[in-house]
């Protein structure tokens, strides 16, 4: 990478900024990102960035803070004239209210898509949206990356000759399918669910044959683990024999590690698109989406095409 890159990396998981400033073979940016007294983000960039390919590392899960960081951020970068900012999402937070679906409710993710847009955005790369129609809320480009190919690559080296893939939800169906097809055509389950309340959900029907079969069941975000908890528990009771769970972005509020820790589930496995910290227990097997970031920032830069990353 040349002189005119530079990565700046929020608080929201600097762990993953730094796997991605190793890959790429470049130093993370000066940034200063501290407090007032009255507990204000103050943000100060350490380094002249004037004409500059600025990309700032930051996913967007709870705490506000995180968003509010990136925005500042990013604002800074713009002040200071740098020739293009990309914000790095790899967790694109907000993004569950993406329709006006019931009386006085907000849409949140176009809100937020205006404020990243606002703040000084040119370019958005996020992983694994949790509703792929939100890259229309941007009139800017953006990369959508899959975390699909990292956990592919990882359950190859299991056998793979009594696996079944369950999607764990109608609207998960098309994810499920690809990568069932892509692990050897492996056949596909599907969890009938209802959702009575938001972080609520109750198991109706197993949709295809899991008896005595070892089930991979994916999802794209992991919060309160109501929906895998309830899904591992059907399939068990259906005689399903290992339970492994993967999603990409590990929310994983309230008492949900717990949850999960006590069903039926023999490995869970997710991706660094959100720190751990200290829930990570012997049960979760964390991938890195470090080189999958690190090699789209170095296309986005050297204007190569992206695209044969989206799969």
Do not use: W
């Amino acid at each position: 990478m040349d002189n005119n890159v530079k990565l700046f990396l929020g608080n929201s998981n600097p762990e993953l900024g730094r796997k991605i400033c190793s890959y790429l073979g470049i130093e993370k940016g000066k940034i200063d990102a501290l407090r007032f007294s009255d507990g204000e983000i103050r943000i100060k960039i350490g380094e002249n960035i004037r004409g500059k390919d600025v990309f700032i590392i930051q996913s967007t899960n709870p705490p506000a803070e995180n968003l509010l960081e990136l925005l500042i951020i990013m604002d800074a970068a713009r002040r200071a004239s740098a020739r293009r900012i990309t914000a790095v999402t790899p967790y694109f937070g907000y993004a569950r209210q993406d329709k006006k679906d019931k009386p006085r409710v907000p849409i949140s993710a176009k809100l937020v898509a205006d404020l990243i847009t606002v703040a000084g955005a040119q370019r958005i790369l996020a992983v694994d949206l949790h509703v792929e129609q939100i890259q229309g809320f941007f009139n800017i480009p953006f990369d959508h990356l899959y975390a699909a190919p990292i956990i592919i690559e990882y359950f190859k080296q299991f056998d793979l000759s009594n696996f079944v893939v369950v999607s764990p939800d109608p609207g998960s169906v098309n994810r499920s399918r690809a990568i069932a097809k892509r692990l050897g055509n492996l056949p596909l389950a599907i969890v009938d669910k209802r959702r009575p309340e938001p972080n609520q959900a109750s198991v109706i029907n197993i949709v295809g044959e899991v008896k005595g079969k070892e089930v991979l069941i994916l999802d794209d975000i992991i919060d309160t683990a109501g929906t895998i908890v309830g899904a591992s528990i059907a399939l068990h009771e259906r005689g399903a024999k290992d339970i492994f769970v993967c999603c990409t972005h590990p929310v994983l509020s309230g008492d949900a590690l717990k949850k999960v820790g006590n069903a039926p589930i023999k490995k869970f496995v997710v991706t660094d698109t959100i720190p751990l910290g200290h829930k990570k227990t012997d049960l979760i097997t964390v991938l890195s989406v470090s080189e999958l970031l690190g090699e789209a920032i170095k296309r986005i830069h050297e204007e190569k095409s992206v695209s044969s990353l989206f799969v």
